[in-house]
């Protein structure tokens, strides 16, 4: 195996041409984990640690863009990530321990797509956008189109996740993901993340996604609109969360059976909404 | 691997406790294992090698890591602290003290990434209650279930404890 260290983009994207079964490693704290149990051999190694311009959060009016290699930790810290995108920063906060926040990354998380992890769900309900490059090019990808089956997404041979794209939603949003581990740090058997306008006690914005409930995050729009419109009353959210477990296919492992699975998701769902209602900041 | 796979090796420049090293090393190699086996410093401890159980956990630039996850070679750019790198000489660190002092030690496996968890945490927030000391070292599993006195020395370093 040859590691190599590109110091740029361009440079990163030319060995992914050249070679034939070149990875790239991000913060490593899965691929060097599945490397160490021989679930995985590569050939060569490319490391994106160099790469200045993938890393960092940046804003402007419309948007936040959050580097493909800035790290939990600092996502997780980040007072740029407010309103709805306290989605991101919450589940941020909430993935596993600090030693792993310090070295995992958004994109090296989304691009292993794990649907057990926090970040797929709350990108879901932040209505992220992923943005890819290679050597042809960038192309922005819908989240809702990213993560395509357990482990699989539509990233192309070549590319590069670049950067998360948020849109800062509709004004005087708030967003908050809630899991339920088995221990302090373990991956979720079920999360929610939610985001939500309330105007006076009435619901009237909702965009809810659930984690660990099938191979990819999963949004129903009837859903939401169930909730919107309503108080958030307990009829409301129960409507929405029969909706979401629904569609929900959660597997039956270590975490929890399918059927504890269901049972969670309505309590989660009410938990995450409950948070929102009363206004309290969205923190971990 | 098999013994018929050529092991190509690279160079690596690592900084471990204010020492340079020049090495070279295959890169599929952690971070840990070039710690322990080439420079010798056994401190942080080969348990799950998944990044689980806490107890290889070494400092980077000052915030804990894993260092059974981390490959030598992405730690290049940055500065390593092994517990080895916590004393001055024979005068322990203060939450080394501490951990002494409280008996937090029990077969002591643990210990060496549960110091190096308990010294980020202190450097980030010198004054953690004991739900932050939990969320802290929440990440190092200490086998023999000793965590009641551990966390009891890191709160000997707090100001409240000192009243």
Request: charged letters at 20%.
């Amino acid at each position: 195996m040859r590691y190599l260290a590109p110091g740029s983009l361009k440079e990163a994207l030319d060995i992914l041409r050249r070679e034939d079964d070149a990875r790239c490693i991000a913060g490593g704290a899965t691929l060097v984990a599945m490397m160490n149990a021989d679930l995985v051999a590569v050939d060569v190694l490319v490391g994106l640690g160099r790469i200045a311009e993938l890393s960092g959060i940046t804003e402007t009016d419309d948007e936040v863009r959050i580097g493909a290699m800035t790290r939990h930790a600092e996502i997780a810290a980040s007072p740029v990530l407010t309103g709805a995108l306290g989605v991101v920063r919450s589940a941020a906060g909430q993935i596993a321990h600090p030693a792993v926040r310090n070295m995992g990354t958004i994109g090296g998380s989304i691009c292993h797509a794990d649907p057990a992890a926090d970040f797929p769900a709350a990108l879901l309900a932040a209505d992220a956008t992923i943005e890819a490059a290679s050597a042809e090019g960038t192309r922005q990808i819908p989240i809702g189109e990213f993560f395509e089956d357990y482990f699989e997404t539509a990233l192309r041979e070549g590319e590069i996740v670049t950067a998360i794209r948020l849109p800062r939603g509709p004004a005087g949003a708030r967003g908050h993901h809630v899991k339920f581990s088995r221990v302090d740090g373990d991956y979720a058997t079920v999360s929610v993340s939610a985001v939500l306008v309330m105007a006076g006690a009435t619901c009237s914005y909702a965009r809810i996604a659930l984690g660990s409930s099938g191979p990819v995050p999963i949004r129903v729009t009837a859903a939401e609109e169930a909730l919107v419109g309503s108080p958030l009353d307990q009829a409301a959210i129960a409507e929405a969360a029969r909706l979401l477990a629904e569609a929900a296919d959660p597997v039956d492992d270590v975490r929890g059976t399918t059927e504890y699975r269901l049972m969670l998701i309505p309590r989660l769902l009410a938990r995450a909404l409950n948070t929102l209602k009363d206004g309290e900041t969205a923190s971990v | 691997m098999s013994e018929m796979d050529v092991i190509e090796k690279q160079p690596v420049t690592l900084r471990v406790n204010g020492n340079v090293h020049e090495l070279e090393i295959a890169p599929a190699r952690t971070l840990l294992d070039v710690l322990r086996s080439e420079l010798r410093l056994t401190g942080a401890k080969r348990s799950c090698n998944q990044g689980v159980c806490g107890a290889c956990s070494v400092l980077r630039d000052g915030k804990p890591v894993r260092a059974c996850i981390s490959l030598a070679f992405a730690a290049e750019d940055s500065e390593i602290t092994t517990i080895e790198g916590l004393a001055d000489g024979n005068r322990l660190s203060r939450v080394q003290q501490a951990f002494v002092d409280a008996g937090a030690v029990q077969c002591g496996f643990c210990m060496p990434a549960m110091v190096i968890a308990a010294t980020a945490l202190l450097n980030e927030n010198p004054n953690p209650g004991v739900e932050e000391i939990r969320h802290g070292l929440g990440g190092n599993i200490c086998r023999c279930s000793g965590y009641v006195k551990v966390v009891d020395a890191i709160l000997s370093l707090t100001e409240g404890s000192k009243s």
